[in-house]
């Protein structure tokens, strides 16, 4: 009989306990189970997430080990739960996991903070004091703790009142940056279809609902109706307060001498990422003075003359522009069918004379030739009715006579557009707009020093514009214009040869967007032509990484790489150019005589037949003319010749080879000739001179063998 092998465990060491790696196992199988919570948690899968939670814990309590999960993962597990249950509206039920969590681990602030914003959702403001109280006490960071505790001590109340249609994209991340800091929230419905109303209310909002009645103010004034707390927030769906203000807004709510309150809305483009619209809104108010908003579409918020508007750089960030094409051309149908009606009622209503010129014109400062009459008509009809001098109506003015600049730029009217960019100017000296729109004026005029002029005013006043304290209800699409400018102003002086300040301006650009438009691909011409190859190359290719390949890059590519020795990859390039476009004359012309170079004559001569059949290079027809000769193309050969000699009579090499052609089709009478006269012009004398004997002594060979 055999020995009997030794035990050996899982870990393969003879007789090793299997303990000690099961509780490790299980271990490791506990923190992915928390990783997983986290997860659902943060795709605001709540339900999941809590089932996730329960079942981990479960398994922790069920069956324990030694060396077990620690009091912080007990802690954060219950913490994961309680947030999964404030998600699902279920907020009586999260104050006691998050009391667990608090119990398992009572250093860690997050629970403290969560805690109280539950009890004060609840109305019991003085037990969320104690909460905050203790976790101040007990952790080591605490800066939110303090902050919050200080913020609850004089906070003011707050009612986030929106309306809503059909947006279950947009509002979870809407409600999810006012939640944590409004008491209420007010949402009416105007007849939605989808998840809306529920993901509302698992928000814990208050959902009424209106049928849609063709009035966006009518609308928003319900909402108003149901507010109860001391301050009105006004948010839609596509909207988002920015996290890192929210300080702010506690700070300026809890001082009693503000009513009114402006934020900053930013519009943020998809598609445009250079674009950003700037516009002060009101979006706080006390509910006590009883506003009310008015007009059918831009409803506006009635505020009295006399009302004190305290201006913040509160940011409020607006998506609404960034929608799919399909969804903006419903918005954009939606509200033009709006504002001709508001029209039809009230055909000299200043702002929706405005809003109807600003719909007509694109987000992208686009103007459509057919649309222009109609902006120019409504944006000049406003002026009419408006004044720079009166308050109520000041704003309406100056973005109107901005409207008819920028219509009358792209109806190339260029002279009236100044006029329109100067009064907008005179009565509003730090108007953004119209500065950039001069700058592209001058520079259609090719007034580069002008256009260089208004450029760097723009930027000069940019510099030193505070959105926060703007006095005026001004729509700005070019508040962050600074790289149109620059890459402008580089343009510029490359057309007039400058190409030191275009490198210079170039730079400014990239420091403010690596990627803008074509600054990478402009700058790294520039510096090839400087002979900075390596430099070159590094912005050519962040321009291939960026706008993606073309063959002019390509081609650009190839010739820095040839420029620094790299042939072949150079060759490369110019191959990869013309894969994207066949036609691309330089790349034929590079590749081409990359191939010469190669000693790939064949391939060379018909890339540079091609080229030369579209272009005229006088330099490359003698270059042809040899790749022929090698190849044996004696006829392409001399009639390239002929045509370079043309031009250049008194070149004796070329006349040299022009007459090995005649030579080798038989022609030994013209090859001779052609030699002789070679023989008074070349540099090489010695080899043409050998060449003649060797045809003289040939011929004479044969003479004299005919006469025997």
Do not use: C, N, T, W
């Given at each position: 009989m055999g020995s009997r092998k030794p035990n050996r465990s899982r870990s393969g060491q003879p007789g090793g306990s299997t303990k000690p790696v099961g509780a490790k196992s299980r271990l490791s199988c506990f923190d992915s189970q928390y990783a997983a919570c986290r997860d659902r948690l943060a795709k605001r899968e709540f339900k999941e997430a809590l089932a996730l939670a329960d079942d981990c814990l479960t398994a922790i309590t069920s069956a324990p080990v030694s060396g077990g999960p620690s009091d912080t993962l007990i802690a954060r597990l219950h913490y994961i739960a309680g947030e999964?249950?404030?998600?699902?509206?279920?907020?009586e039920d999260a104050i006691g996991r998050f009391q667990t969590a608090i119990d398992a681990n009572p250093v860690d602030q997050l629970p403290y903070l969560s805690l109280s914003r539950c009890q004060v959702k609840t109305g019991n403001v003085e037990a969320a004091h104690h909460t905050l109280s203790r976790g101040i006490a007990a952790c080591a960071e605490k800066a939110e703790l303090k902050m919050l505790s200080s913020w609850y001590q004089t906070r003011p109340s707050i009612s986030a009142c929106m309306i809503v249609k059909d947006e279950e994209e947009l509002l979870p991340e809407c409600l999810d940056s006012i939640r944590d800091w409004v008491d209420e929230i007010i949402v009416v419905d105007t007849g939605s279809g989808d998840r809306t109303v529920e993901i509302a209310k698992s928000f814990g909002a208050q959902v009424y609902h209106h049928a849609w009645e063709g009035d966006f103010s009518k609308s928003r004034n319900y909402s108003l109706q149901y507010a109860t707390k001391e301050w009105i927030l006004i948010i839609d769906a596509d909207e988002r307060i920015a996290v890192e203000d929210v300080p702010e807004i506690r700070r300026v709510l809890s001082d009693p001498q503000q009513t009114v309150v402006s934020v900053n809305v930013l519009n943020k483009y998809e598609h445009n990422r250079n674009l950003t619209v700037f516009l002060p809104s009101v979006r706080f108010f006390k509910r006590e003075l009883g506003?009310?908003?008015?007009?059918?579409?831009?409803n506006q918020l009635v505020v009295p003359a006399d009302a004190r508007v305290r201006r913040t750089g509160i940011r409020l960030i607006h998506l609404g522009y960034g929608l799919s094409a399909d969804k903006m051309a419903q918005k954009k149908a939606r509200s033009l069918d709006l504002l001709k009606k508001q029209l039809a009622a009230n055909p000299d209503d200043p702002f929706a004379l405005f809003n109807y010129a600003q719909l007509l014109r694109s987000d992208s400062?686009?103007?459509?030739?057919e649309n222009i009459p109609a902006i120019i008509e409504s944006a000049s009809r406003a002026v009419e009715l408006t004044r720079p001098d009166d308050p109520s109506t000041r704003h309406i003015h100056l973005m109107c006579l901005d409207q008819l600049a920028w219509a009358h730029f792209f109806s190339n009217k260029l002279d009236a557009a100044i006029q329109y960019c100067n009064r907008a100017l005179a009565g509003k000296p730090d108007?953004?707009?119209?500065?950039?729109l001069l700058g592209h004026i001058y520079t259609q005029q090719q007034d580069f020093p002008a256009a260089v002029r208004a450029y760097q005013r723009y930027l000069t006043a940019r510099e030193n514009y505070d959105p926060s304290r703007e006095a005026d209800n001004i729509i700005l699409l070019h508040l962050d214009s600074q790289s149109i400018a620059w890459y402008s102003m580089a343009m510029g002086s490359e057309l007039v040869h400058d190409c030191a300040v275009a490198k210079e301006y170039y730079r400014r650009v990239l420091a403010l967007d690596s990627n803008y438009l074509a600054a990478n691909e402009r700058l790294g011409r520039i510096l090839f032509a400087e002979g900075a190859y390596a430099e070159a190359?590094?912005?050519l290719e962040r321009q291939l990484e960026s706008s993606g390949p073309t063959a002019a890059l390509h081609n650009d590519l190839g010739n820095c790489l040839f420029k620094?020795?790299?042939?072949?990859?150079?060759?490369?390039?110019?191959?990869?150019?013309?894969?994207?476009?066949?036609?691309?004359?330089?790349?034929?012309r590079n590749l081409g005589l990359a191939l010469a170079r190669a000693n790939r004559p064949e391939q060379a001569a018909e890339l540079l037949s091609r080229y030369l059949n579209n272009h005229h290079e006088p330099a490359l027809v003698e270059i042809l003319a040899d790749l022929h000769l090698s190849n044996g193309?004696?006829?392409s050969a001399v009639s390239l010749y002929e045509t370079h000699l043309r031009s250049h009579p008194e070149d004796g090499s070329a006349i040299y080879r022009l007459s090995e052609c005649y030579l080798a089709m038989g022609h030994r009478d013209a090859?001779?000739?052609?030699?002789?006269r070679a023989l008074e012009l070349s540099p090489d004398k010695r080899t043409v001179l050998a060449r003649i004997q060797e045809l003289e002594g040939h011929s004479e060979t044969r003479l004299e063998a005919g006469k025997r």
């Open positions: 999964s249950l404030v998600g699902a509206g279920k907020v506003l009310r908003y008015g007009g059918i579409v831009h400062d686009g103007f459509s030739a108007y953004l707009d119209p500065m950039l190359r590094e912005h620094s020795g790299d042939e072949d990859s150079a060759r490369r390039h110019y191959e990869e150019a013309l894969v994207l476009d066949p036609d691309f004359g330089p790349a034929q193309s004696y006829q090859a001779l000739v052609g030699m002789r």
